[in-house]
């Protein structure tokens, strides 16, 4: 059974950072597309980040470009969201997503088959 686990959420100040991990299991998903949605109360689930398995390369919303950071480490089958100079917008239930093997990579929730169970960041003002 495939199972991803994120952690590293909490309750933060703006300014202040974190790391989110998130750790699969049941499957090796060092040749799957990842990426990091989040979605606050009322609004739509949306990409935040994603790193495309082949090329390495990354995507980023555009309210987050340059201060948050995508990163996977193969050997420990663990995808991680460096997030930087938080701000109270940021705040949402964060999830780790990733796509069937093969997939083109996607910004759509539709396009991921598996997702962890999110984990919450709130930042205060």
């Known amino acids: 059974q495939v199972q991803l686990v994120e952690s590293g959420g909490g309750l933060v100040q703006a300014g202040d950072s974190l790391r989110l991990s998130c750790a699969a299991s049941?499957?090796?998903?060092?040749?799957?597309?990842m990426g990091w949605f989040r979605q606050a109360p009322g609004k739509e689930r949306e990409s935040v980040a994603r790193?495309?398995?082949?090329?390495?390369?990354?995507y980023y919303l555009d309210s987050v470009k340059g201060r948050f950071i995508i990163s996977k480490d193969n050997a420990k089958n663990t995808v991680y969201l460096q997030m930087n100079s938080l701000k109270p917008e940021d705040s949402a239930l964060y999830y780790c997503?990733?796509?069937?093997?093969?997939?083109?990579?996607?910004?759509?929730?539709?396009?991921?088959?598996?997702w962890g169970q999110g984990t919450q960041v709130t930042v205060s003002s």
């Open positions: 790193i495309a398995w082949s090329s390495g390369r990354t």
């Open positions: 049941g499957s090796t998903f060092s040749n799957n597309n």
């Open positions: 997503a990733a796509q069937v093997r093969g997939a083109a990579s996607s910004s759509r929730p539709s396009a991921y088959a598996y």
